[in-house]
């Protein structure tokens, strides 16, 4: 059963009734609704493109956060080869919210890094819901030195709400090991890129996205905090979500126009729930053109640029 969110009633109703005529038909075979079908199909066709022509802010963060979207996982499993997970920041313990390990990407080897949400009960609260503690940011920081070390790009997914914010996580030092991901990102030596696949939340998403180049999925979203946690700081109300979104600016067309991000990755009409591996297709194609653009740079260069661009962000403002 497809999950369908509340702005799409319109075209929940059609598709059910498209699946209950096909039913019909399958039950009785001198029954020809094909007619019928086809037109519901083009009227539900329309309405989602109707519908997501025009989202709000509020909307694309529901869609950003729609559960059947494509996951880290599936990026692993799509576009690269070779994968290697490797654990444990060498200090505490495993973190299960950032994955990470040596992968081919093409003929290219990479150090690819990602937060995993999961995608049942399960897998969700081993992954926990991909908000890491700072045993995950550490372990980011190994990998990513190791990257350094060899002259290995690095590849970053960006999933999560926002880093685990539990008081395990702060008596382990939870800002201080963002902070240091965050400068380990700055400090590279090899080409970085990032790509923000659904939420990119708080400094949880910052810490491993700080890249040469940021991609964005046309309907994932990139904030200082959740929705609802603006709310509640700005209004000390979280049911102002839906305003804190629209202000805030987190959409990928918000942040293009800011330099915040440097590109936007088109998903298919529907969202990337409604066509996953044809999005992360289109992602796979961003990531080497972003590397292309890259490669010649020495280290040197590539930190100089990385600083620039994080400088330059916000002093010249769209009108």
């Known amino acids: 059963m ?23 038909a399958s039950d009785d075979d001198t029954v020809s609704l094909d007619g019928e079908v086809k037109q519901l199909e083009e009227r539900a066709a329309k309405n989602l493109r109707d519908i997501y022509t025009k989202l709000t802010p509020w909307e694309k963060t529901q ?25 444990g920041d060498r200090k505490f313990a495993e973190d299960f919210a950032i994955v990470g390990g040596l992968a081919r990407f093409g003929d290219q080897p ?12 399960e897998s ?3 992954h926990n819901f991909g908000m890491a503690r700072p045993e995950g940011y550490r372990k980011a920081v190994r990998l990513m030195e190791l990257a350094d070390k060899f002259g290995i790009p690095v590849v970053t997914i960006v999933d999560t709400a926002g ?23 700055l400090g590279l030596g090899v080409p970085h890129v990032a790509l923000i696949i659904g939420e990119g939340g708080s400094g949880g998403a910052v810490a ?46 918000h942040l293009k126009g800011l330099g915040v991000i440097d590109e936007i990755i088109a998903e298919p009409v529907g969202g990337a729930h409604r066509g996953a591996r044809d999005t992360v297709a289109a ?17 040197d260069e590539l930190r100089k640029v990385r600083r620039e661009k994080y400088l330059e962000i916000g002093r010249s403002l769209p009108e």
């Open 110 to 121: 990479c150090m690819v890094i990602g937060q995993e949400k999961g995608n049942d009960t």
């Open 208 to 253: 491993i996205a700080t890249a040469n180049t940021v991609l964005m999925l046309e309907h994932a979203i990139y904030s200082v905090a959740s929705p609802e946690a603006s709310a509640s700081i700005l209004w000390r109300d979280s049911s102002r979500a839906q305003d804190a979104a629209t202000a805030m600016k987190v959409t990928a067309q």
């Open 2 to 24: 497809r999950t369908y969110l509340d702005f799409e009633k319109p075209v929940a109703e059609l598709e059910g009734k498209i699946a209950e005529l096909r039913a019909l």
């Open 63 to 87: 869609v950003a956060r729609h559960p059947e979207r494509p996951h880290f996982s599936d990026y692993i499993d799509q576009l690269f080869t070779e994968f290697t997970p490797m654990a």
């Open 124 to 126: 969700r609260l081993k």
């Open 283 to 299: 992602a796979g194609e961003a990531l080497t053109k972003a590397f292309q653009a890259l490669a010649g740079l020495g280290p």
């Open 163 to 185: 880093a685990y914010p539990g008081i395990g996580a702060e008596e382990r030092g939870q800002s201080e090991a963002i902070a240091r991901s965050t400068d380990c990102c």
